[in-house]
């Protein structure tokens, strides 16, 4: 049994979540019958929750941000649950007043535990706001877009996370809207994605040829050498300019390398389309537009300290947020002067999100779009 506190009056609230099944006095052992690792506890450890924020900030919030805070990406970024344990301890360098051990933890497993699938909701009126916004940027870009087939709409097939390596106070975190707290995907990550498909599907397609141009049969090299090509004006390193083309999306559209150097631009001049961010669609189902996922890295000592791997190694699992599939997004792509640049740009971008995905971890299937 955990008690978890909220502070931000002068007595704290209390409310008590028991677990599951046959409840032990001293699950871990005592003085007299050591844990499971041989080791004796001596002091029992006390576990509560608190906010790392004024008391007067959570007093106007009545305790409990999770409940009257609509943002959820303000209640991520600020309102975050600490897992406080308190410990006796002999050591004085890191007691606290009562002359006990803290330790404070923050994660998405302390998150998940705190507020669960419920708390990760969006709340009716964040939806309200948010679908006026919608209504603007989508008439927005429904201008400059000028032709309506530059604007369309997918839903995730698989689940998606973007930003998942983000500054974050958790081990990991997600990329969301600030003001109204609803994910979204950047449009250069978008461009991004594009740009890498393109290439990769231009090397696949033309690989006999290429392997004559760049004299050699390993693929990651010629996409790389074609990268570096896009970069120098479509030219290659004798000065000549690759001509050759592949085809995109349903209508079978005939790009060719010149023309990903004017969509994508270069390191001295910028694309000649842009990619807006894809926003989700205020319909049905975005009120639960995230859920909880789990890496179970069992290496840490490895990737941590440089250590040898070995299956000694204990498993840490670790919470994070993801978009859940089912969840449409808009996207959007706009002409800077020529029209049929932006016709090639969607539908690079249509094949790379159904067959490439976005974000991260799309090696294991992550961020795929249909």
């Known amino acids: 049994m955990s008690d978890m506190v909220f502070y931000g009056r002068g007595k704290s609230q209390k409310s008590y979540h028991k677990g599951g099944g046959h409840r032990q006095k001293n699950p871990g052992g005592n003085k007299n019958n050591p844990g499971k690792n041989g080791r004796k506890q001596e002091n029992q450890k006390k576990t509560t929750v608190k906010y790392i924020v004024p008391a007067e900030t959570l007093k106007a919030l009545q305790n409990d941000p999770w409940k009257n805070v609509d943002n959820l990406s303000l209640k991520l970024d600020k309102f975050a649950p600490y897992e406080w344990s308190e410990q006796e301890n002999k050591e004085k360098s890191d007691k606290n007043d009562k002359g006990k051990k803290v330790t404070l933890k923050v994660s998405g497993n302390v998150l998940k535990n705190k507020v669960g699938e419920e708390g990760i909701k969006i709340t009716r009126d964040a939806l309200d706001v948010y679908g006026n916004f919608f209504k603007l940027y989508l008439k927005m870009v429904k201008k400059l877009a000028k032709i309506e087939d530059?604007?369309?709409?997918?839903?995730?097939?698989?689940?998606?996370?973007?930003?998942?390596?983000?500054?974050?106070?958790?081990?990991?975190?997600?990329?969301?809207?600030?003001?109204?707290?609803?994910?979204?995907?950047?449009?250069?990550?978008?461009?991004?994605?594009?740009?890498?498909?393109?290439?990769?599907?231009?090397?696949?397609?033309?690989?006999?040829?290429?392997?004559?141009?760049?004299?050699?049969?390993?693929?990651s090299e010629i996409v790389g050498k074609l990268d570096k090509a896009l970069s120098n004006e479509g030219k290659l390193e004798n000065g000549e300019k690759l001509e050759i083309k592949a085809t995109f999306g349903k209508n079978k559209l005939e790009v060719s390398f010149q023309d990903l150097v004017e969509i994508f631009g270069t390191t001295e001049?910028?694309?000649?389309?842009?990619?807006?961010?894809?926003?989700?669609?205020?319909?049905?189902?975005?009120?639960?537009?995230?859920?909880?996922?789990?890496?179970?890295?069992?290496?840490?000592?490895?990737?941590?300290?440089?250590k040898a791997p070995g299956d000694w190694h204990d498993p840490r699992p670790v919470i994070f947020l993801v978009v859940r599939p089912g969840i449409e997004f808009k996207f959007a792509v706009a002409p800077l002067g020529n029209e049929e640049l932006a016709r090639k740009t969607r539908a690079i971008l249509e094949e790379a999100l159904k067959n490439h995905g976005v974000g991260a971890k799309t090696s294991l299937g992550y961020g795929r779009f249909q």
Do not use: C, W
Not at 159 to 182: A, F, I, W
Not at 293 to 306: K, L
């Open 269 to 306: 001049k910028s694309g000649k389309v842009v990619f807006f961010d894809a926003l989700p669609v205020p319909n049905g189902n975005l009120d639960e537009p995230l859920e909880f996922d789990i890496m179970n890295p069992h290496y840490g000592p490895y990737y941590q300290n440089g």
């Open 150 to 219: 530059n604007v369309f709409t997918m839903k995730t097939v698989s689940r998606l996370v973007v930003g998942l390596g983000d500054e974050s106070v958790y081990e990991t975190s997600v990329r969301l809207l600030r003001n109204y707290g609803v994910p979204y995907i950047p449009g250069t990550a978008l461009k991004g994605i594009a740009r890498a498909y393109a290439l990769e599907k231009l090397a696949d397609e033309k690989l006999n040829d290429l392997k004559d141009i760049f004299e050699t049969n390993d693929f």
